[in-house]
């Protein structure tokens, strides 16, 4: 990989551009922007069809976890708000398929004590299904309707957010 070209005052890569071309890279970049930028964290629960009213809105009470090991597997990211909120997001590419994922998590959310529950798989499959299991919510996604989101959905600022423009370009010159 070339960082930077002779004749070029600087590189022309992001810090996406250096994760590799895979799930597990795919997913690197998100959850790094979601910790990183706290108006996208709550754009994404937006998405998520959260009520943010319901949940604190400060930004130091979020944890972000990537592939954290639980007695059920290892996730590829999880957002935890203390009491609040508990998320897992699965993240696939090209035909890795979800099979047992959707069913493996489940047992674990149930152990959990925050109030709201969701596993959310996101693929690049055009599928926006909800299920509602007990107390957990799980949601179906793909890439290009985050992005889209991201891209129509919110204020101009974060339109102009420099970290997310660079997701995006990544998201979707890698994995369309």
Known sequence: MIIKQAGLESTTLSQFDLLSKNEVGLSSAFAYLLGKEQKILYSFLRFLGLDLRKISNN???VAILKENVNEEGRTDIE???KNELYIIIECKVNNNKLGKQREQYLKFLKQQKEKIKIQCFITQYRDSSII???DIKTINADWKNIIE???NNNKYELRKNSLLKDF????????K
């Open 149 to 151: 989101y991201f891209i």
């Open 59 to 61: 930004f130091d009470d």
């Open 168 to 175: 995006i370009n990544f998201a979707t010159k890698n994995f």
């Open 132 to 134: 509602k299991t007990e």
């Open 79 to 81: 957002i935890i708000i």
